[in-house]
């Protein structure tokens, strides 16, 4: 079981900037791939970002590159979101989740735990 908690999340103007966190607890959380995904309201969950176990490799959404940084810490028990340039189409509910599987994916139904959601708004 992998418990999984964000926070970081709020309101910002357009071209600012925030960072989100996910505290992981857990047996062998070190050994997960980790992913951030978002939900606009009325929109299915998509794709934001995702790491690899070891931080080697990640992978990002188009509509994210060059603005978002994922990375985790050097114990791999926290997972980070670095969100610059926000625009008010970011405004979404982001979920940090973690894979059990060492490939690093993109697909919602790929990944095995999932926290609650850190809301963030982005105003124009």
């Known amino acids: 079981q992998v418990q999984l908690v964000e926070s970081g999340g709020g309101l910002v103007q357009a071209g600012g900037s925030l960072r989100l966190s996910c505290a992981a607890s857990?047996?062998?959380?070190?050994?997960?791939?980790m992913g951030w995904f978002r939900q606009a309201p009325a929109m299915e969950r998509e794709f934001v970002a995702a790491?690899?176990?070891?931080?080697?490799?990640?992978n990002y959404a188009d509509s994210v590159k060059g603005r978002f940084t994922i990375s985790r810490d050097i114990a791999k028990t926290t997972l980070y979101l670095q969100m610059n340039s926000l625009k008010p189409e970011d405004t979404a509910v982001y979920y940090c989740?973690?894979?059990?599987?060492?490939?690093?994916?993109?697909?919602?139904?790929?990944?095995?735990?999932w926290g609650q959601g850190t809301q963030v708004t982005v105003s124009s």
């Open positions: 989740a973690a894979r059990g599987a060492g490939t690093v994916v993109a697909t919602r139904g790929g990944y095995d735990y």
């Open positions: 857990g047996r062998t959380v070190s050994s997960y791939t």
């Open positions: 790491i690899s176990r070891s931080g080697a490799r990640t």
